[in-house]
């Protein structure tokens, strides 16, 4: 790795991710003298590398195509960097929105026509003291635990090992077994733990009654997550304050359904990271590697072909 | 000063105070051997000061009736410090709120009752790598340049000697007189100054046509600072995109004003600091002054007799 790089940018060749590349002090060429490869589309179309090339930036956060395709197989020497991350922080700042929608009462807010102060007053809530459960500390959930640090939350970390997130405010991290020590102790719960057989309904009936008055729940994750039925029934019968949900089980949530007529609840229908924020993030993403690649740092998002991701 | 105090509590003593006071590690005793004296009154009633006494804590952020009733001038060896600043949070709480919710566009969302996906998906934007002006960087606008870090937002700071606010994210800090340039700079503004003869009709329609379709303004400080017919009409003619309301004027805003029925305003009346929560961030600031005390480090908002504040 040197001082300056020359890569090379294709299929699409994206006027974005030519900028992030000049701007972070690469060159771009041709694929047939460069050193790194930033690749714009799918596995179909993708070239046959030259020896130069030492790395290769590719455009998903999961790139299991790529692995059917042979492509890792086929180039053992070289470094691989998914999209994986880049797309967190689009998904962290709808949840903050979420969360402090609910919490500072703005759908009533938004739906009133005249002065309600007194009336308002002591439905305005706040994060700061108060204590976040944040349910998967990957990239959305490692994001959304920095974002909450101003506001002077609290955060219990919950993440499959327990492994501490090191951070002032985080007050405990739980492994995923111990989680049920989460929602007596929490105002609020934030999913953005991955959807596998282990976390399926793991907010239901029972998790949803050790929850306040106050608390809002907001699913980032998957709609399988949370039990919907349960859910309708606590933010009816008022045991929690509310749910932001920018997915759903069923999904698309169908017309009729009880979700779209309760006052507390706000869907945002699996738009908190829109096609147009991806392009940009993903800029941000490859000119942060290829300035990780001039200085010889470690990349982000590096894949290990022999774990499959 | 030690590294214990004896501190006195009145007229209400105030249980969260109780509680701020001795969590901090100070004792609580009466006036007559108190070194300090922490008062949640006003000033009818203002206790004779015993000589033991060095510091007195005020409830309020503004202090000018302490003034009129003489209670600085009576007790000039005393240190007197008011609750300036520790309201500041709680709006800026509110502030992001309210931008967060335009940039996410969650008025329309709150008003769905059916999954527009595809038809929301242009409509959301985000904080990062947008740059927000923050008008005023006294408290409020301090707060809310610190809550904006972590969305990856730049700042412009206007404050009145444009004395650079020394932050990662904040590119530039301007002073009063050279304001004109954020506006065309500025994706966002938010509203955090004094209401003086200066700052009346800060924004006004000249000010609303350098902003973009998609800019929200923010107001926080004071009703005043805005012009409020030029927003109406730069609301209905989408030469912004939103503005979200802690303060309007007239206020309170009468019923069937046109702000009332415009889809893109969030209006909360004047309650981004209710009455509940003022009493919990003035017992933080009790006992972080406590803590100072103790430690004989100098006090936060320190009132000056001959400034007057």
Redesign the interface.
């Known amino acids: 790795m040197t001082n300056s790089a020359r890569i090379a940018l294709g299929p699409v060749a994206e006027e974005s991710l030519r900028r992030a590349i000049t701007g972070a002090g690469a060159e771009i060429t041709a694929l047939s003298e460069a050193q790194a490869l930033v690749w714009d589309g799918g596995p179909n179309g993708f070239p046959e590398l030259p020896a130069s090339v030492e790395w290769v930036q590719l455009y998903s956060a999961g790139v299991e195509d790529f692995f059917t395709a042979g492509i890792f197989d086929r180039n053992p020497n070289v470094v691989f960097t998914s999209a994986a991350g880049a797309f967190a ?2 998904v962290a ?2 949840t ?3 969360l ?2 609910g ?2 009462y ?2 009533e ?9 007194t009336d ?3 439905r ?1 809530d ?4 108060r204590t976040v459960a944040v349910v998967g500390a990957g990239g959305i959930g490692r ?1 959304v635990i ?2 909450l ?4 939350a609290r955060v219990i970390a919950v993440n499959r090992s327990g492994t501490p997130i090191t951070a002032p405010h985080v007050v405990e991290t739980l492994p995923a077994h111990r989680i049920s020590e989460a929602w007596a102790r929490a105002d609020h719960v934030v999913v953005a733990a991955p959807a596998t057989d282990d976390t399926r309904h793991l907010i239901g009936k029972d998790e949803l009654a050790q929850l306040r008055p106050h608390s809002w729940v907001i699913n980032v994750a998957r709609g399988s997550l949370i039990d919907t039925e349960a859910l309708v029934a606590a933010l009816r019968d008022g045991s929690i304050g509310g749910a932001g949900l920018d997915v759903t089980e069923p999904e ?4 009729g359904h009880p979700l ?2 309760l006052p507390n609840v ?7 990271n ?4 991806r392009t ?2 993903f800029a ?1 993403h490859v000119a942060d590697n290829v300035a990780r690649f001039l200085r010889g740092q470690e990349l982000n998002a590096r894949i290990d072909p022999t774990a499959g991701y």
Not at 109 to 116: G, K, L, N, V
Not at 126 to 129: A, F, H, N, P, Q
Not at 274 to 277: E, G, I, N, R
């Open positions: 922080k689009s700042e709808g903050l929105a979420l402090l929608a919490v500072r703005l759908p807010h938004i739906r009133a026509h005249t002065w309600r102060q308002f007053f002591p305005i706040t994060l700061r003291g994001e920095a974002m640090e101003p506001f002077g698309p949530l169908p017309d779209w007529d706000i869907i945002t229908p699996h738009d908190s829109p096609p147009h924020l940009a993030a941000e």
